[in-house]
């Protein structure tokens, strides 16, 4: 679908202003050339698209640091470079907070890795972003402006909470695997409420953003995300908190 088919469409981000333009709910700067092609768009307005973008731009540059797949590691020495060389202020930012942890891997084995700063609120809000394109793009429902949207990077105890989740609502199941494996997802939609979902996504084929405060050692490569009533969310949050 065209950009100029989404046109006057209602913007599935916001879900208040019309839509100017198709927006790639995965952007297509996340894969090589050679893999954008049939990527799910959404109808945007100009406002959620500047907005989306701008977490984009950082992400692209900073994800491929931690990403596990072998084409987005590939994109370090490519397309990172450049992005870098046209922000001096991240790449500042970057040298400047590098740093190295003691990590210990699947196997028990502790491991020296280079570590950079990171906001995981920027990938948190873009995946917020990406649980409503999805929802429509699967659903063809918008999430209304008095829902909210709680996203969150997964650790053990988090993957576990989004399972019981899954099982919980079925009123329709979704899934997607775009570019071999760089963003693999799966959603289900709310029995009752269908602007309520839930949403899993593996970026990168897992990135490595990190330990948890609250689980230290654990290292999370997945997202959850919860679109709903915000009665809904509050709930998720309170049994997240714990």
Not at 93 to 115: F, N, R
Not at 145 to 152: G, K, M, R
Request: hydrophobic share 40%; net charge positive.
């Amino acid at each position: 679908m065209s950009s100029r088919q989404h046109k006057g469409k209602l913007c599935v981000y916001c879900g208040a202003r019309p839509a100017r333009t198709g927006d790639h709910i995965f952007a297509r700067e996340f894969f090589p050339i050679k893999k954008r092609g049939n990527l799910p768009q959404a109808p945007t307005c100009d406002r959620c698209n500047t907005a989306k973008s701008k977490l984009e731009g950082y992400l692209t540059t900073v994800l491929p640091f931690g990403a596990l797949h072998a084409e987005a590691v590939a994109d370090l020495s490519t397309m990172v470079p450049r992005r870098l060389k046209g922000n001096a202020k991240l790449r500042r930012e970057l040298e400047t907070g590098m740093g190295e942890v003691w990590q210990t891997d699947a196997s028990g084995v502790a491991k020296a890795a280079m570590t950079i700063p990171f906001k995981p609120e920027y990938l948190e809000g873009w995946a917020e972003y990406v649980a409503k394109g999805l929802t429509w793009h699967h659903w063809k429902v918008i999430v209304p402006p008095d829902h909210a949207v709680l996203s969150a990077c997964l650790n053990r105890a988090g993957t576990a909470l989004f399972a019981t989740l899954f099982a919980a609502n079925s009123r329709n199941k979704a899934a997607g695997d775009l570019g071999d494996g760089m963003f693999v997802y799966r959603g289900a939609q709310g029995t009752d409420n269908p602007a309520m979902s839930v949403w899993e996504i593996s970026v990168l084929g897992g990135v490595n953003i990190g330990s948890d405060p609250k689980a230290p050692g654990e290292i999370s490569t997945k997202l959850g995300v919860v679109t709903g009533s915000r009665r809904t969310t509050e709930l998720f949050d309170a049994v997240r908190a714990h």
